[in-house]
């Protein structure tokens, strides 16, 4: 992978950015880590028609299949251990008039829909707050909750920001008045597709304050290996590849490459050293990437020659341990721990 910034005669296709999807500091991020790391975050994978997925996947549940369905599918197991525990939860929470619910990487919003019914029941809902990388995203969780009609419009907050980026105490604003807290909820293994993990603690940490919680929730190693298997088994290129492969497709999207499969395929690799499954694109016909104003310079350019790799988005499936050992280390205080009964996800309570 080579990184140049002169002007070039060659037939290869260049892509650029479109614009108005990613911020320049993003660019600036997507070019380093591609020309350092061969890796882009998983994060841009929600980018483009990325949200779009899930609000596909959203209308199906809204269609009369929210309770039959979604909490009994296997890949929702996390959902069921949510609501298994909530009583355990709140009942930590029970001495304040009012709980505000920090939903980060809200997704659907259907997993947090439990939390915010038992608060209302109990006359201690406060503010639902929903904060991601892209306003579609908190749009999304959003609508689904309020046609779910426990909470209004009136009581939704929706914040942009990058969760690498800092910390996000100025969203949730100004000091809590007395009796009132904040249940951080951060679902659906969402902390596993981060690059700097640590780094994403330590920024949560830094947005709680006392007598907050932080409930979070990701899938757990055993489960990689089905992952790998289940894409192993799909035929390059057809149509179900290119469906269940629609994140790369958001990703190369953003760049204007809207025909990706013509330019390479898609491998998952899971690496059991670090409990990673990567999903690498390998290049089969050399394009390249321009990055426009980078480095005091008018063009920055990634060339992409054939048989190349890149990462574009990875998932850490830990071990209980794993989540509790990266927990303590970004100063958490573990107060609970709970594992689904088929032990593919667990879910950990913890304070600062």
């Given at each position: 992978?080579?990184?140049?910034?002169?002007?070039?005669?060659?037939?290869?296709?260049?892509?650029?950015?479109?614009?108005?999807?990613?911020?320049?500091?993003?660019?600036?991020?997507?070019?380093?880590?591609?020309?350092?790391?061969?890796?882009?975050?998983?994060?841009?994978?929600?980018?483009?028609?990325?949200?779009?997925?899930?609000?596909?996947?959203?209308?199906?549940?809204?269609?009369?299949?929210?309770?039959?369905?979604?909490?009994?599918?296997?890949?929702?197991?996390?959902?069921?251990?949510?609501?298994?525990?909530?009583?355990?939860?709140?009942?930590?929470?029970?001495?304040?008039?009012?709980?505000?619910?920090?939903?980060?990487?809200?997704?659907?919003?259907?997993?947090?829909?439990?939390?915010?019914?038992?608060?209302?029941?109990?006359?201690?809902?406060?503010?639902?707050?929903?904060?991601?990388?892209?306003?579609?995203?908190?749009?999304?969780?959003?609508?689904?909750?309020v046609d779910q009609k426990i909470i209004?419009?009136?009581?939704?907050?929706?914040?942009?920001?990058?969760?690498?980026?800092?910390?996000?105490?100025?969203?949730?604003?100004?000091?809590?008045?007395?009796?009132?807290?904040?249940?951080?909820?951060?679902?659906?293994?969402?902390?596993?597709?981060?690059?700097?993990?640590?780094?994403?603690?330590?920024?949560?940490?830094?947005?709680?304050?006392?007598?907050?919680?932080?409930?979070?929730?990701?899938?757990?190693?055993?489960?990689?290996?089905?992952?790998?298997?289940?894409?192993?088994?799909?035929?390059?290129?057809?149509?179900?590849?290119?469906?269940?492969?629609?994140?790369?497709?958001?990703?190369?999207?953003?760049?204007?490459?809207?025909?990706?499969?013509?330019?390479?395929?898609?491998?998952?690799?899971?690496?059991?050293?670090?409990?990673?499954?990567?999903?690498?694109?390998?290049?089969?016909?050399?394009?390249?990437?321009?990055?426009?104003?980078?480095?005091?310079?008018?063009?920055?350019?990634?060339?992409?020659?054939?048989?190349?790799?890149?990462?574009?988005?990875?998932?850490?499936?830990?071990?209980?341990?794993d989540l509790v050992i990266e927990l303590?280390?970004?100063?958490?205080?573990?107060?609970?721990?709970?594992?689904?009964?088929?032990?593919?996800?667990?879910?950990?309570?913890?304070?600062?």
């Amino acid at each position: 992978m080579e990184s140049i910034n002169l002007e070039s005669n060659s037939e290869v296709p260049i892509f650029k950015p479109k614009l108005g999807i990613f911020t320049e500091l993003q660019l600036a991020e997507i070019f380093l880590s591609l020309e350092a790391k061969k890796e882009v975050s998983g994060k841009y994978v929600y980018f483009a028609s990325g949200v779009e997925n899930w609000a596909k996947r959203s209308t199906v549940i809204r269609e009369g299949l929210y309770l039959n369905n979604y909490k009994s599918s296997n890949d929702n197991n996390s959902y069921k251990l949510v609501e298994e525990t909530l009583g355990l939860v709140l009942g930590s929470l029970e001495f304040y008039t009012q709980v505000n619910v920090i939903d980060i990487g809200p997704g659907t919003g259907f997993q947090i829909i439990p939390i915010i019914a038992a608060l209302k029941e109990k006359e201690q809902m406060g503010k639902y707050i929903a904060i991601d990388i892209v306003k579609e995203m908190t749009d999304l969780a959003i609508g689904n909750i309020v046609d779910q009609k426990i909470i209004t419009t009136d009581d939704t907050f929706q914040y942009v920001h990058d969760f690498e980026d800092g910390n996000f105490a100025d969203l949730i604003g100004e000091p809590q008045k007395s009796g009132t807290t904040s249940l951080f909820c951060f679902f659906g293994s969402t902390l596993g597709n981060m690059i700097n993990r640590h780094q994403v603690l330590v920024n949560l940490r830094d947005s709680m304050t006392e007598g907050n919680l932080l409930w979070i929730g990701n899938t757990l190693y055993d489960s990689a290996e089905y992952l790998v298997n289940s894409y192993d088994k799909l035929k390059v290129n057809s149509e179900k590849y290119l469906a269940v492969h629609k994140p790369a497709g958001s990703f190369f999207e953003s760049f204007g490459i809207e025909n990706w499969w013509e330019f390479g395929r898609i491998l998952v690799e899971k690496d059991d050293t670090f409990g990673l499954v990567k999903f690498n694109f390998e290049v089969t016909k050399p394009f390249t990437l321009e990055f426009p104003r980078l480095n005091n310079k008018d063009v920055s350019r990634i060339n992409f020659a054939k048989n190349e790799k890149f990462t574009f988005q990875r998932l850490k499936n830990y071990t209980e341990s794993d989540l509790v050992i990266e927990l303590k280390e970004a100063g958490f205080k573990i107060k609970m721990l709970n594992v689904a009964a088929d032990y593919k996800s667990a879910l950990i309570l913890v304070s600062v």
